[in-house]
């Protein structure tokens, strides 16, 4: 200014903090070109690493103070519920001798389960900024396993959520169980996060049962002659 240097560049200047209107007004500055950058992000919302640069110019002799003004958008902060579903699944058969012969017990062990369908609904009213998203009870997405992998829903905003299983993978039972998923704000550093969540379902499972009735031996009587009667399972057709 008149030749002096009243501020060097790159020194702070002023801090402003917004108002409930999502306003706030600087201290008054000399002319000249300012950098304005956003330090603290409101609760919810991602910081924005964008640099807005405000030159403030010389509007003729009649004006003593004015004003000028910036408009700088945030990005709310998201979320996403990652399903993975596990179940027992055969994966070998250990074998074993018997006066009968060579019998073979089924090996299970916990894997991926694929084609398992979940709806999720908003489980309160979600709501950003004062303004309703989505309401509660609303379904938000609908999903499906794959193999080998958990499988992700959209973005969704935060908030509380529920997780209900509509269709189970073949072979296993519907899990009626509804899972709450909360989605809670993570700090101003991070755009989208991931929430896990692991459902099991139990395999379906078979008794074979035999009820032995035998003929009576009136010349023999034998009353626990049923007790002595063998039965062996054998696999019909190949499983795969």
Known sequence: VNGET????????????????GKATSKELYLGEYLVKELTAPKDYVLSDEEHIVTLEYKGQEVEIYS????????????????????????DVEKTESDYGEILTPIYEKRYLADAEYEIYADEDIIVNGETKVTAGTLVDTVKTAENEPVSSKQLYLGKYKVVEKTAPNGFVLNNTAYSVELTYQGQ???????????ENERQKVSVSFNKTMEENIYYPDADAYKEVVFGIYVKEDII
Do not use: P, W
Not at 6 to 19: E, I, P, S, Y
Not at 189 to 199: A, D, H, K
């Open 68 to 91: 000028t003004s910036l408009k700088v958008t945030d990005t709310v902060q998201k979320g996403i519920i990652a399903i993975q579903k596990k179940g027992e699944v055969l994966t």
């Open 189 to 199: 550093e991070i755009s989208v996060f991931t929430e896990n969540l692991v459902i």
């Open 6 to 21: 009243k501020v060097t560049a790159g020194t702070l200047v002023d801090t402003v903090k917004t108002d409930a209107d």
